[in-house]
């Protein structure tokens, strides 16, 4: 990934945000149960972090994932999005076999963080991914496979899963593409 310049990229904020707490780098990744390199090579621009990672970080910073990826803050209480409307940034992860972006209003003000994920074919997140507080999903398109602890489920278009952030996981889509709304309940606004 090409280092970013601007402070469009949301590990050039969080640089801003964790100085702006007198944290330090290796504070931050601890708590974010991040390596310090690669939370290094994130605050300059030249990597991505998965949804999980940025959930971490976002709780370590004390502040929303919306706030970290640069969404504006607005003073209405109700968020609504469009069909047809342009809900980006999207952002790739670092692998860039899946991309991301938060469709949840900064505004809202509950313990929320929503994402629409889209995830290539033969995706697979290659380690487990835990954060705090609940984690629900709910599959647009496709067919995933999500590993909860010790047990596997096949999750297909139009089914609903829900599970603690805390118990580690893995996502993976099947065969083709897949959608995936994805609503973390707890995490840190």
């Given at each position: 990934?090409?280092?970013?310049?601007?402070?469009?990229?949301?590990?050039?904020?969080?640089?801003?945000?964790?100085?702006?707490?007198?944290?330090?780098?290796?504070?931050?990744?601890?708590?974010?149960?991040?390596?310090k390199?690669h939370?290094?090579?994130?605050?300059r621009?030249?990597?991505?972090?998965?949804?999980a990672?940025?959930?971490?970080?976002?709780?370590?910073?004390?502040?929303?994932?919306?706030?970290?990826?640069?969404?504006?803050?607005?003073?209405?209480?109700?968020?609504?999005?469009?069909?047809n409307q342009?809900?980006?940034?999207?952002?790739?992860?670092?692998?860039?076999?899946y991309?991301?972006?938060?469709?949840?209003?900064?505004?809202?003000?509950?313990?929320h963080?929503?994402?629409?994920?889209?995830?290539?074919?033969?995706?697979?997140?290659n380690?487990?991914?835990?954060?705090?507080?609940?984690?629900?999903?709910?599959?647009?398109?496709?067919?995933?496979?999500?590993?909860v602890?010790?047990?596997?489920?096949?999750?297909?278009?139009?089914?609903?899963?829900?599970?603690?952030?805390?118990?580690?996981?893995?996502l993976?889509?099947?065969?083709?593409?897949a959608?995936?709304?994805?609503v973390?309940?707890?995490?840190?606004?």
């Amino acid at each position: 990934m090409k280092q970013a310049t601007d402070l469009s990229h949301p590990g050039l904020r969080a640089r801003v945000l964790r100085r702006q707490r007198g944290k330090t780098i290796s504070q931050v990744a601890e708590v974010a149960n991040l390596s310090k390199a690669h939370l290094s090579r994130f605050e300059r621009g030249e990597k991505a972090l998965s949804v999980a990672s940025l959930l971490r970080l976002a709780s370590a910073l004390e502040i929303s994932v919306g706030t970290l990826i640069g969404e504006e803050i607005g003073t209405g209480e109700v968020h609504l999005v469009r069909a047809n409307q342009e809900i980006g940034p999207v952002r790739p992860d670092d692998g860039g076999s899946y991309s991301f972006c938060s469709i949840g209003g900064p505004s809202i003000g509950t313990n929320h963080t929503t994402f629409l994920l889209e995830l290539q074919e033969k995706y697979e997140h290659n380690s487990e991914a835990f954060h705090g507080g609940r984690e629900l999903l709910y599959v647009l398109s496709g067919r995933v496979i999500i590993k909860v602890g010790k047990s596997e489920y096949t999750v297909s278009e139009g089914d609903y899963m829900e599970f603690p952030g805390t118990i580690p996981h893995v996502l993976k889509s099947t065969c083709g593409a897949a959608k995936v709304l994805l609503v973390v309940l707890g995490a840190t606004q």
